[in-house]
């Protein structure tokens, strides 16, 4: 079993920055691939970001590519998303997920094995 909790979600202005963090616990941090996805009102969780085990893969989506960086450190079990530009249209709850070994897409929500709560961005213009 892998826990995962999400920090760092709040209210921020148009253009602003914040930096989320998840830790996990329960399972060696360094196998996991680790993902960033979030879910606006009434939207569909979507893909935001990937980085690999080791920390030498990410991958970012157009939508948020340039703003957003996704990082990890592996001897603090912890995972990062560092925001920057922030816009009205991030609004979101952002979660983290965890993949144990390579189960496919990484853009494919079904294929992560573990989630966290949850913490809200809001993105006021």
């Known amino acids: 079993q892998v826990q995962l909790v999400e920090s760092g979600g709040g209210l921020v202005q148009d253009g602003g920055s914040l930096r989320l963090s998840c830790a996990a616990s329960?399972?060696?941090?360094?196998?996991?691939?680790m993902a960033w996805f979030r879910q606006g009102p009434g939207k569909e969780r979507e893909f935001v970001a990937v980085?690999?085990?080791?920390?030498?893969?990410?991958y970012h989506p157009d939508s948020v590519k340039g703003r957003f960086t996704i990082s990890r450190d592996n001897a603090k079990n912890t995972v990062y998303l560092q925001m920057n530009s922030l816009k009205p249209e991030d609004t979101a709850a952002y979660y983290c997920?965890?993949?144990?070994?390579?189960?496919?897409?990484?853009?494919?929500?079904?294929?992560?094995?573990?989630w966290g709560q949850g913490t809200q961005v809001t993105v006021s213009s």
């Open positions: 997920a965890a993949m144990v070994g390579y189960r496919g897409s990484y853009y494919t929500r079904g294929n992560y094995d573990y």
């Open positions: 980085i690999n085990y080791s920390g030498g893969d990410t």
């Open positions: 329960g399972r060696t941090f360094s196998i996991l691939n």
